[in-house]
């Protein structure tokens, strides 16, 4: 944290288009560029994610699991002159994105620097999803910087696991479309996956007769680099391995299995710089494409920003619900703040415009991630592990090349990065070494495995519709 607001000034391009200039813009040399764009808050004072997790890490109350079996938790009063029973304290429940319970602490007196223990009384028997534990506190009265009700600390809970379901096997037999030299197309009656035999990806995924997936779908260990990864870390220099990865896998084998009525799709891959990959793809008669990622990293090979895929979708799938931490961008190491609930909106809503664009949008802890037309029919992602997710109606290329918001371009489609993790975004300060992300925010290991599954789904229109698809 440096400066409060961003120091950049408002800009208007020959479109119309609103952009915020900084060192190098007037003409101005030398210059820091972007140096002073370190404010917690945007120019126009957009609330940034940094602000809510700089908010969250000062809050002046810390809640702490004390048994979590019989829903006991400590309360901790970091004021120096304020006593708890000034506030009011409350709890909620949330299963599947709808509060299923709430409740008050009342007059709960904690004096200044000391501790109390506090119970949430409330059966979970008859849950049958995950089940997350929200403690609040609030501002009972206005107060000079803000009005009754200002929550000024918080934490949460998982306080019950989701239970299983019996899953329903589809009994539809996949069949082969369409087998040539360079692709392979395979389905049923509502849906077709196609491969391409050159590659090993998965490029195009239809749904009753609409393109959902229109893109390869293909490994990614690259991100658009933030301020920090230029000033800090320095990867272009320090991690110049990766960039070139994706581009030089080659296919040394893809097998097509036939498992009873489904297919099994492997592609095995390997790049001369010492990654080996794999890829499968397990096709069922319903339209569940499962798909599972394993990483071999060469020695020699340094760590990479991200480990995940990434593919493009209709731009006619803009509306967006996710189960997983929000609803604004977070990640690994800035993480805390955010709640881990059941968000909906337009994909716009869930990216951020830095005044130098960059990486953005992403969301840690993801259980699944919908995204569907005007209709309701659309293509869901769910995580065999909690994932990172991020959308764009950009491509990763274009905030790459853009100088400033203005320069970006919507694509016309959307960009879906599919992702088991990426590393931190770092910050202990700005311009030295130092402000790499912390050792336990790196990629370091040499193998990694994850996988998640592709549902399509049609005529869903509500959050429960879209958690009965996700437990399929």
Not at 93 to 101: A, F, Q, R, V, Y
Not at 235 to 258: E, F, I
Request: aromatic share 12%; charged share 25%; net charge neutral.
């Amino acid at each position: 944290i440096w400066d409060w607001i961003d120091q950049g000034i408002a800009r208007t391009d020959a479109q119309g288009r609103k952009w915020w200039a900084y060192g190098g813009d007037y003409g101005d040399q030398p210059n820091d560029a972007n140096f002073c764009i370190n404010g917690l808050v945007s120019p126009d004072r957009t609330v940034k994610a940094a602000t809510e997790e700089c908010k969250y890490v000062f809050q002046p109350v810390v809640v702490e699991s004390y048994h979590p079996d019989k829903m006991q938790f400590r309360m901790k009063n970091r004021f120096s002159f304020r006593n708890l029973g000034e506030f009011n304290i409350g709890w909620t429940l949330i299963e599947n994105g709808k509060e299923i319970g709430i409740g008050s602490l009342g007059e709960f007196n904690v004096l200044p620097g000391e501790s109390k223990l506090f119970a949430v009384d409330y059966d979970l028997s008859k849950t049958t999803g995950e089940v997350w534990l929200k403690v609040s506190v609030k501002l009972a009265k206005d107060e000079l910087y803000a009005k009754r009700g200002h929550e000024i600390a918080k934490e949460q809970f998982l306080v019950s696991s989701a239970k299983p379901i019996q899953t329903i096997v589809s009994k539809v037999a996949v069949q082969v479309f369409e087998d040539s030299e360079k692709s392979m197309t395979v389905g049923a009656k509502d849906f077709k996956v196609t491969f391409d035999k050159t590659s090993g990806y998965l490029t195009n995924y239809q749904f009753q007769g609409q393109d959902m997936l229109i893109g390869q779908l293909k490994p990614n260990f690259w991100r658009p680099i933030t301020d920090n990864d230029i000033r800090a870390w320095q990867v272009v220099k320090n991690l110049s391995d990766w960039p070139s990865v994706v581009t030089s896998l080659k296919l040394v084998q893809m097998k097509v299995l036939d498992e009873g009525i489904t297919k099994l799709i492997i592609a095995d891959l390997k790049s001369d710089q010492g990654l080996n990959l794999q890829l499968s793809y397990k096709v069922s008669g319903d339209g569940t494409v499962d798909v599972n990622y394993q990483a071999k990293i060469g020695e020699k090979l340094t760590d990479p920003l991200r480990i995940g895929m990434t593919t493009e979708v209709s731009g006619e799938l803009g509306l967006m619900n996710f189960y997983g931490k929000g609803p604004y961008e977070n990640y690994s190491d800035k993480n805390h703040a955010a709640e881990v609930n059941i968000y909906s909106g337009k994909v716009e809503d869930f990216i951020f415009n830095y005044v130098r664009p960059q990486e953005n949008g992403n969301h840690t802890e993801v259980r699944w991630l919908a995204l569907r037309n005007a209709t309701g029919s659309g293509l869901m992602v769910v995580g065999k592990q909690p994932l990172n997710t991020s959308v764009w109606p950009y491509t990763a290329e274009n905030i790459t090349k853009a100088a400033h918001i203005n320069e970006i371009e919507p694509a016309g489609f959307y960009t879906v990065n599919i992702d088991l993790g990426q590393a931190g975004l770092g910050g202990n300060d700005t311009w030295s070494w130092r402000g790499i992300p912390l050792p336990e925010y790196h990629l370091s290991k040499k193998e990694y495995s994850y996988g998640f599954k592709l549902f399509p789904f049609a005529k869903v229109k509500d959050v429960d519709g879209l958690v009965k698809v996700a437990r399929k």
